[in-house]
């Protein structure tokens, strides 16, 4: 199975603030990666798929980049709506896996 | 409007037997792969079993082969997903969800049903 590690675990950031969270592969998962927000209570929202095509009516602060085994997902921004966890996940073969996620959390 | 609504969650004991639902409006179902993914207490996501359009392909995780059975009606744009032999951690919120292009990248998901196993 493909592991998928996500890293910080948790990211203490302001509003206004560039955030960075980076998703590492245990090999190669071409660009087949996709990047999920999570709020308490909620269903996962899709945010970028294939790497970096951004789902339609998500907003232009997000942002991914990657391919191979390392990919990030940037917020240029962060909006109070954006503290919530995210979660990668690849989707090259099966089984389809997710990272750990990380949490978002308000400085 | 896309729109998947999860039903058939419930408290069962161990080794016990489980029906859960999916009615699925908003886009036409019979053309896209259908998930479910589960979500245990506190915890991450996990894919648990898909099926292709017409039925013909389904994929399990390996830790419920055998015990959970995906299937669909492409006629009532229902999912469902049989689960027996229940153990405790099968213990989640189960989601529904619809692939995009692909079969297994989750472009919408339903609110999620619990299934809570335990004596």
């Known amino acids: 199975d493909i592991q998928m590690t996500q890293s910080p675990s948790t990211l203490s950031a302001s509003v206004g603030d560039r955030v960075t969270i980076t998703c590492r592969a245990s090999?190669?998962?071409?660009?087949?990666l996709a990047w999920y927000q999570q709020k308490p209570g909620k269903a996962p929202k899709l945010l970028m798929y294939?790497?970096?095509s951004l789902e339609s009516g998500v907003p232009s602060r997000f942002s991914g980049s990657g391919s191979g085994t390392e990919f990030t997902l940037t917020i240029s921004s962060l909006q109070p709506d954006d503290f919530a966890t995210y979660y990668c996940q690849h989707y090259n073969s099966y089984p389809v896996t997710f990272g750990q996620g990380t949490k978002v959390e308000i400085k | 409007e896309v729109q998947l609504v999860e039903s058939g969650g419930n408290l069962v004991q161990p080794g016990g037997s489980l029906r859960l639902s999916c009615a699925a409006s908003g886009f036409t179902f019979s053309t896209y792969w259908m998930s479910w993914v589960r979500q245990a207490p506190g915890k991450g996501l996990e894919w648990v079993a898909n099926i292709k359009q017409d039925g013909s392909e389904k994929r399990y995780v390996d830790s419920v082969k055998g015990r959970f059975t995906i299937s669909r009606d492409n006629a009532e744009n229902a999912l469902y997903l049989q689960m027996n032999s229940l153990r405790v951690e099968d213990t989640a919120v189960y989601f529904c969800?619809?692939?995009?292009?692909?079969?297994?990248?989750?472009?919408?998901w339903g609110q999620g049903t619990l299934v809570t196993v335990s004596s």
């Open positions: 969800s619809r692939a995009g292009v692909r079969d297994s990248d989750f472009h919408h």
């Open positions: 294939k790497a970096s």
């Open positions: 090999q190669s998962i071409s660009s087949w």
